[in-house]
């Protein structure tokens, strides 16, 4: 019970984020910063598990540079790329939780 | 009747077997074997020189640095700083470490009542911490000779770390962990490298075997151009296969130095050293 209620109380303050960035927005495509904090989270979870990558933080802060300057091609490039990133180490770190213990010396 | 006795010694016998076989113990026999089967011809204690215990070349380079070793500052002004430091409340590092002769050897151990593996760059920080005085930066720096002239004064100490408890085993299956685990965007784990792989080149590098990795650090980097301690090569490692690496002391490295240290049990400190 109180994990479903902390979990409603996180969804609503990062639905309330999302709106927040949303309308502080000032482009035409107002995507980029819901697929921006998803990416964030996931990035954030990988950590926790302990299976962050090097550089996805790094470009997720150039993808948001990128698109405060209206660079909006660039920074959807490198928005997906991070995302991508997150995801390939989430599932790294499932994968691995599964297979590290095979690899110990017998 | 005989059967159900037979039934339940043997029984008695395999769950025996089980914990006997399956602990810190024989995980660190079968460390090592692979070690000493893979290079048959490194005589066992020479694996504190990493590399080179199996590179010709590079130990006759090395060999040359040796002779006026680059890391004989860091031990100087190490022992400067451990002598004459005097915390606000007039205490020194005497205090928490009397003389600083042969304390290595008392590192990493697992703390029953802090239920964590405390390191010798920790206990440098909790010292200054405890008079009062800021933690240091724990990867360079004056923590870093600190900890080089502790590891000059125990040189020749044996490796002797202990595993014993159930919190200290699953700081110990943490360390374990760690080291297996596959990280990074490259995908690998320490084993990968250091195990498999070591004796052979990457890129510029011959990769060392991880039995003796933490006998001699801090260690002096030409490639740094400083002297550094366990936890900045770790980091270092961790970066290099684009994994995030993590603060020095954090509770991952120190269980994996836990872990390391216990696997090297036996073989004798020889701190500082000197890498490319």
């Not at chain 2, 005085?133 to 080089?148: Q, V």
């Not at chain 2, 595993?163 to 784990?189: C, D, H, P, W």
């Amino acid at each position: 019970m109180t994990i479903s209620i902390f979990s409603t109380l996180k969804l609503f303050i990062f639905g309330l984020c999302v709106f927040a960035l949303n309308a502080t927005a000032n482009s035409t495509n107002p995507d980029f910063n819901t697929i921006w904090l998803e990416a964030d989270s996931f990035r954030k979870e990988a950590g926790i598990q302990g299976h962050e990558w090097r550089d996805t933080a790094k470009i997720l802060l150039r993808a948001r540079k990128e698109f405060k300057v209206s660079n909006n091609e660039k920074a959807f490039v490198l928005l997906s790329k991070a995302r991508a990133e997150s995801i390939a180490a989430l599932a790294q770190a499932a994968r691995e939780r599964k297979s590290w213990e095979r690899r110990v010396i017998k | 009747m005989k059967k159900l006795v037979f039934l339940i010694a043997s029984l008695a016998l395999a769950l025996y077997g089980t914990i006997l076989f399956a602990g810190p113990e024989v995980e660190q026999a079968a460390f090592k074997a692979y070690f000493h089967n893979k290079f048959p011809d490194v005589d066992k204690a020479d694996f504190i020189n990493g590399v080179y215990a199996l590179d010709k070349n590079a130990r006759e380079q090395w060999v040359e640095i040796e002779e006026f070793p680059p890391y004989e500052i860091a031990i100087d002004e190490g022992e400067l700083l451990f002598n004459n430091t005097r915390f606000t409340d007039g205490k020194s590092y005497g205090h928490c470490f009397g003389t600083g002769q042969h304390l290595r050897k008392k590192y990493p151990y697992f703390d029953e009542e802090r239920a964590q593996v405390i390191t010798v760059e920790l206990a440098i920080n909790d010292c200054r911490e405890k008079h009062g005085a800021k933690p240091l930066k724990y990867k360079i720096g004056d923590l870093a000779k600190i900890s080089a002239y502790l590891s000059y004064h125990s040189r020749g100490d044996v490796i002797d770390v202990i595993v014993s408890g159930s919190a200290a085993i699953q700081a110990y299956n943490k360390g374990k962990e760690y080291y297996y685990t596959k990280r990074g965007q490259l995908n690998f784990a320490c084993v990968d490298c250091h195990v498999s792989s070591a004796g052979k080149r990457l890129r510029t590098e011959i990769l060392s075997p991880s039995l003796g990795h933490v006998s001699h650090f801090p260690v002096y980097r030409l490639k740094w151009g400083s002297i550094g301690t366990l936890h900045r090569r770790f980091s270092g490692c961790n970066s290099q296969v684009r994994a995030k690496s993590q603060p020095g002391q954090s509770e991952d490295y120190r269980n994996l130095e836990f872990f390391l240290s216990y696997m090297s049990n036996d073989l004798k400190f020889n701190g500082p050293g000197v890498r490319r």
